[in-house]
Every structure is written in structure tokens, then in C-alpha cells.
């Protein structure tokens, strides 16, 4: 661990996190139904967030649909609507079903980056990156408080502020749709082992698809799918080829699963159900859903699933042991550090549940620099979407 010694010390957040969350938060009041608190350690506070908003098929116009935002200086959450949370300075970090986003960049008004103080690499398979179950599944709150303890300052740590992130991952790396190979080649590919299913912008059909080819030169991307429409209950067992011709100047392009066809992306606004987009300079490759910051739908996609497993997801609707997914799909939404380092590894057990790896992150409020590590996602009676983190400042 680096050491550093930093001046930016709080007495009055002590004040704050070992009271009850109660009273008001300048600029917004306060939701004290949807917080609580307890001592985690000689100087951090633990609260528990509802962040159930948005789950069990919530549309986008839902006014339950919305992250739940929280001070960290006053350790209150905040009551703002997501619309208001673009204007407000009262907020640091906020939070919806496994999505986190900070106030900074796309997300808010403010300066709040995030940064990785102790990545955990120890959760994972040094060759392959894979989750490791067993460290997994036998870590706990407790036994991860000394990671949380001995980070002691954010020095030679790099903050970034939030962007607009797909959900279906591309970042070059083993578990995203494309490769980089880095130099001397700088060579961008296909990964088909990697697989994602798709629900449509209008929530009624479904397809599973991997990337098959990339040419890199004129940026050609070739998808296979396997659709699921409207009314259907299961993919098609006939694929689907679609190559997104980009063209060398970069730009994106659409389809539609229920035409099952390619469509203008901006006349198609409300129609596509995937966009796949290369910017001009050829270093920023994604694909996109129409639901989150990404479109006006109520799309989302679910995975990433390799080829082993794939093929026990013959519904857009339901796992291989057939449970019901489709609460499960995520949309593209705004983030940083927690999207480019996730808190957590999902149905290492096969039964659709996450488990924390105990990462712990550093946040930069532009006044204040705090640690936080999120150690559940459950309460106490197993109802998922209730976030618990402990945090304090540095």
C-alpha cells in the first residue's frame, strides 16, 4: 500500500456518521426510510441503501425508477429526483439496483471522481481473471475489514469522473465483445466466445448474440443472433448474421430485432434494439441498447455467457435452470470506477446471486477524499437491491 499524509480531514463527518441518520441535507432534505447505520469500525460508518428502485420490471417513466443519492460529508441520503440530481451539488454518490454513479462528468454538476485504492486481486484467477468462487464465497464483512483499514490515502491513485458506459462490455479485455492486442500490432478483434442476450427496446422480444468478425480497416463488425420475437418463447434455432459497415470515419449503426433488420439510427429512434458505434479515432468500440442513457426504451442486456454455457439459454426470459431473468438485465447507464471495476461477481453458485469482492474504492468529492468497500447487496430478510458500503474519509 502507498502511504500518504493528507491534510483534508473532516472532524464533523465523525459528528455525522456516528449519529442517526436523521434531520435535513442542505439543498435536498433527506429519506431516512431509506437508510441505516450502524459502526463498522473505530472510524467508519456502515449504512444500508435502498437501491431496489428499478427492478421487477420498472418501466423508464416510473417515478420508483430512480437512483437514491446520498451525502457522504453529512452521511444522509438526499431526496432528489433523477432529473434534479443533474443540477444538484448535494449529492456524492448514488446509487440503483448494481448501478453506482458519482456527482462528476456525465452524471452531475460536481467534480466527484472515483479512483481504485485495493482492486482485491485476490477474488480472481491471475491468468484468467475469472472469479475465484472460493475466495468468494467464504469472504465477509469481517474478515475484509483489514483491506478496508489499511488503506490509508490516495496518493499516485487516477481519478476519473463518470462517462456514459454500455453495458455489454468492450474494453479489449478476455470477458468483452472485442480484443486489443496492444503493441506492436495494436490489433482490435472479435471475441465470440463471449455472448449477451438482448432484450428490445419495447420489453417484448429477445436475442442472443456474440461477435464473430471485426475488420478493423473499414471498421466492419459481423453479429450472429439468434431472435426471440415478440410473442415467441424462445430463440430462433436458425441464426441471424448482421455486419454493421461503419465505415472508416467511425459512427454507428442499428438493427432491429423485431424487423430483424438494419435501421437508420436516428429515423429508428424508438426502434432499435442495438446500436453498434466505433468513434472516429478508432479507439472507443461499443454496443449499445435502447433503454438507461442510452435511448427512450425499456431495453437492456444480460451477461456476458461463453460459448460453454450459452447454449442452455434458449429464452431471452429464463436461465438454464429456469428462473426468471428478466429482472436481471441491465441498461447502459452513466459510471466510472465502478463500472471499469465492478463490486462484485455474479451467480458463482448458479443461482442468480452476487457476491461483493470487497474492493475498495477512493472518492474525491473536490473538498474531501473518502474510502469506501460495499460488503452486501441483501438485507437481512435476502430482498436484493439493499446496498450496504462502509466508508470514511482519508
Same mark, same amino acid.
Given at each position: 500500500?502507498?502511504?500518504?499524509?493528507?491534510?483534508?480531514?473532516?472532524?464533523?463527518?465523525?459528528? !455525522?456518521?456516528?449519529?442517526?441518520?436523521?434531520?435535513?441535507?442542505?439543498?435536498?432534505?433527506?429519506?431516512?426510510?431509506?437508510?441505516?447505520?450502524?459502526?463498522?469500525?473505530?472510524?467508519?460508518?456502515?449504512?444500508? &441503501?435502498?437501491?431496489?428502485?428499478?427492478?421487477?420490471?420498472?418501466?423508464?417513466?416510473?417515478?420508483?425508477?430512480?437512483?437514491?443519492?446520498?451525502?457522504?460529508?453529512?452521511? /444522509?441520503?438526499?431526496?432528489?429526483? =433523477?432529473?434534479?440530481?443533474?443540477?444538484?451539488?448535494?449529492?456524492?454518490?448514488?446509487?440503483? $439496483?448494481?448501478?453506482?454513479?458519482?456527482?462528476?462528468?456525465?452524471?452531475?454538476?460536481?467534480?466527484?471522481?472515483?479512483?481504485?485504492?485495493?482492486?482485491?486481486?485476490?477474488?480472481? %484467477?491471475?491468468?484468467?481473471? %475469472?472469479?475465484?468462487?472460493?475466495?468468494?464465497?467464504?469472504?465477509?464483512?469481517?474478515?475484509?475489514?483489514?483491506?478496508?483499514?489499511?488503506?490509508?490515502?490516495?496518493?499516485?491513485?487516477?481519478?476519473?469522473?463518470? $462517462?456514459?458506459?454500455?453495458?455489454?462490455?468492450?474494453?479489449? !479485455?478476455?470477458?468483452?465483445?472485442?480484443?486489443?492486442?496492444?503493441?506492436?500490432?495494436?490489433?482490435?478483434?472479435?471475441?465470440?466466445?463471449?455472448?449477451?442476450?438482448?432484450?428490445?427496446?419495447?420489453?417484448?422480444?429477445?436475442?442472443?448474440?456474440?461477435?464473430?468478425?471485426?475488420? /478493423?480497416?473499414? $471498421?466492419?463488425?459481423?453479429?450472429?443472433?439468434?431472435?426471440?420475437?415478440?410473442?415467441?418463447?424462445?430463440?430462433?434455432? #436458425?441464426?441471424?448474421?448482421? #455486419?454493421?459497415?461503419?465505415?472508416?470515419?467511425?459512427?454507428?449503426? *442499428?438493427?432491429?430485432? %423485431?424487423?430483424?433488420?438494419?435501421?437508420? *439510427?436516428?429515423?429508428?429512434?424508438?426502434?432499435?434494439?442495438?446500436?453498434?458505434?466505433?468513434?472516429?479515432?478508432? $479507439? =472507443?468500440?461499443?454496443?449499445?441498447?435502447?433503454?438507461?442513457?442510452?435511448?427512450?426504451?425499456?431495453?437492456?442486456?444480460?451477461?456476458? &455467457?461463453?460459448?460453454?454455457?450459452?447454449?442452455?439459454?434458449?429464452?431471452?426470459? !429464463?436461465?438454464?435452470?429456469?428462473?426468471?431473468?428478466?429482472?436481471?438485465?441491465?441498461?447502459?447507464?452513466?459510471?466510472?470506477?465502478?463500472? %471499469?471495476?465492478?463490486?462484485?461477481?455474479?451467480?458463482? /453458485?448458479?443461482?442468480?446471486?452476487?457476491?461483493?469482492?470487497?474492493?475498495?474504492?477512493?472518492?474525491?468529492?473536490?473538498?474531501?477524499?473518502?474510502?469506501? /468497500?460495499?460488503?452486501?447487496?441483501?438485507?437481512?430478510?435476502?430482498?436484493?437491491?439493499?446496498?450496504?458500503?462502509?466508508?470514511?474519509?482519508?
Amino acid at each position: 500500500m502507498k502511504t500518504y499524509e493528507q491534510s483534508l480531514v473532516l472532524p464533523l463527518l465523525m459528528m !455525522s456518521v456516528l449519529g442517526a441518520l436523521s434531520g435535513c441535507v442542505d439543498g435536498g432534505g433527506t429519506d431516512t426510510t431509506n437508510a441505516s447505520k450502524e459502526s463498522s469500525s473505530s472510524a467508519a460508518a456502515s449504512v444500508q &441503501i435502498d437501491a431496489t428502485a428499478g427492478g421487477l420490471g420498472a418501466g423508464p417513466t416510473d417515478p420508483k425508477n430512480k437512483y437514491t443519492y446520498f451525502n457522504l460529508d453529512t452521511g /444522509q441520503v438526499v431526496n432528489l429526483s =433523477d432529473a434534479d440530481a443533474t443540477a444538484s451539488s448535494a449529492w456524492h454518490i448514488a446509487f440503483k $439496483r448494481t448501478s453506482i454513479k458519482l456527482n462528476g462528468g456525465v452524471s452531475g454538476p460536481g467534480t466527484v471522481a472515483g479512483a481504485v485504492a485495493d482492486a482485491q486481486d485476490d477474488f480472481y %484467477d491471475a491468468a484468467t481473471g %475469472d472469479p475465484n468462487p472460493s475466495v468468494f464465497l467464504n469472504a465477509t464483512a469481517g474478515s475484509e475489514l483489514a483491506a478496508f483499514d489499511a488503506v490509508t490515502s490516495a496518493a499516485g491513485l487516477t481519478f476519473a469522473e463518470d $462517462r456514459n458506459v454500455p453495458y455489454i462490455k468492450g474494453d479489449g !479485455s478476455s470477458d468483452g465483445w472485442w480484443l486489443y492486442s496492444g503493441p506492436p500490432t495494436y490489433t482490435v478483434s472479435a471475441n465470440p466466445d463471449q455472448w449477451w442476450l438482448v432484450k428490445s427496446a419495447a420489453a417484448d422480444s429477445y436475442a442472443k448474440f456474440h461477435v464473430t468478425n471485426i475488420v /478493423q480497416a473499414s $471498421r466492419d463488425i459481423t453479429l450472429e443472433l439468434f431472435i426471440q420475437g415478440a410473442g415467441n418463447s424462445a430463440f430462433s434455432t #436458425t441464426p441471424t448474421t448482421w #455486419t454493421a459497415a461503419i465505415g472508416a470515419a467511425g459512427g454507428s449503426n *442499428c438493427f432491429d430485432i %423485431d424487423a430483424v433488420a438494419e435501421v437508420d *439510427c436516428t429515423t429508428a429512434a424508438t426502434d432499435w434494439d442495438i446500436k453498434v458505434e466505433v468513434s472516429a479515432d478508432g $479507439r =472507443d468500440w461499443s454496443i449499445w441498447t435502447n433503454g438507461g442513457v442510452s435511448g427512450s426504451g425499456n431495453g437492456g442486456a444480460f451477461g456476458p &455467457i461463453d460459448t460453454a454455457t450459452i447454449g442452455g439459454y434458449v429464452s431471452g426470459t !429464463s436461465s438454464p435452470a429456469g428462473t426468471d431473468i428478466t429482472r436481471f438485465y441491465g441498461q447502459d447507464s452513466a459510471g466510472g470506477v465502478f463500472k %471499469d471495476n465492478t463490486w462484485y461477481a455474479y451467480s458463482l /453458485q448458479g443461482n442468480n446471486k452476487l457476491w461483493p469482492n470487497y474492493r475498495v474504492y477512493a472518492i474525491d468529492t473536490g473538498s474531501v477524499q473518502y474510502k469506501l /468497500q460495499i460488503l452486501s447487496y441483501y438485507n437481512d430478510a435476502g430482498t436484493s437491491g439493499w446496498i450496504k458500503f462502509r466508508y470514511e474519509s482519508l
